[in-house]
């Protein structure tokens, strides 16, 4: 005796036909790129699925510092200041001979510089301006103003046989500002316009003279005849600067 199974139909998406149904798509081979005819261009295999990626770069080989001539060797090199041209030494030592005016040492200052003059210039502004005058421009514009201005006398009155430089010129009117930097820092405790101010003012008005007269005189050759020519100029420039901290 037979018995029957009720099997339920079969319905194809595509209108019935078995053939048009989704397929599998059978796997392709991996893109190879074309290699190169010149075996000096490094080549790099993009086997997906495969081994890592191959590659002829080279290795590089960095060797120890300090060892071969053309290795860095940061221990031998010179510090950031000697680079620039900046002596903290010779600055102070300079400085030191400044703060005597008897004993003055002319031949720290044969070797010319600017980094001390524009830190004195730079102090001499910010006395100024805690004391509420702002003089950075007016302070710079006067010593490049009364360098030209010495540099030209000096020369007229040595003639040919003169040799200051207008760079030496500026480095000196700049060192010899500091009597005028050290009154600008005790006026910011004297009452203005008494007695005691222009008292201090007159005595380094004098120090600054003294002590710039004596280095030009002595540093450029031809000026021993015109020394009292050359003080007058000196104490013009530094009277100028005086009355800035004074008014």
């Known amino acids: 005796m037979s018995r029957e199974f009720n099997v339920p139909p079969v319905i194809f998406?595509?209108?019935?036909?078995?053939?048009?149904?989704?397929?599998?798509?059978?796997?392709?081979?991996?893109?190879?790129?074309?290699?190169?005819?010149?075996?000096?261009?490094?080549?790099?295999?993009?086997?997906?699925?495969?081994?890592?990626?191959?590659?002829?770069?080279?290795?590089?080989?960095?060797?120890?510092?300090?060892?071969?001539?053309?290795?860095?060797?940061?221990?031998?090199?010179?510090?950031?200041?000697?680079?620039?041209?900046?002596?903290?030494?010779?600055?102070?030592?300079?400085?030191?001979?400044?703060?005597?005016?008897f004993r003055v040492k002319v031949d720290l200052h044969e070797d010319a510089d600017l980094s001390g003059p524009f830190l004195f210039l730079m102090a001499f502004g910010l006395f100024q301006l805690l004391a509420g005058k702002l003089h950075f421009g007016i302070i710079l514009g006067w010593v490049t103003v009364a360098s030209l201005f010495l540099y030209v006398v000096f020369n007229m009155l040595a003639g040919r046989n003169g040799n200051l430089d207008l760079y030496r010129c500026l480095s000196l009117i700049g060192y010899c500002m500091l009597p005028i930097v050290i009154l600008s820092a005790v006026a910011l405790f004297v009452p203005q316009g008494g007695l005691v101010i222009f008292v201090m003012m007159g005595i380094f008005v004098i120090w600054s003279t003294r002590v710039c007269t004596r280095l030009l005189v002595e540093l450029a050759s031809c000026g021993d005849e015109h020394r009292g020519l050359i003080a007058y100029a000196c104490f013009l420039i530094y009277m100028l600067f005086s009355l800035l901290v004074v008014f």
Do not use: H
């Open 13 to 101: 998406p595509s209108g019935g036909n078995p053939n048009t149904g989704p397929q599998r798509r059978l796997p392709t081979a991996p893109f190879q790129p074309s290699r190169s005819s010149n075996p000096s261009i490094p080549f790099m295999s993009f086997d997906i699925g495969s081994s890592p990626a191959s590659t002829s770069f080279a290795t590089p080989q960095f060797g120890s510092i300090g060892s071969g001539s053309g290795s860095a060797n940061f221990d031998d090199e010179p510090p950031l200041l000697e680079e620039l041209g900046i002596n903290t030494k010779q600055i102070w030592n300079k400085t030191a001979s400044i703060l005597n005016p």
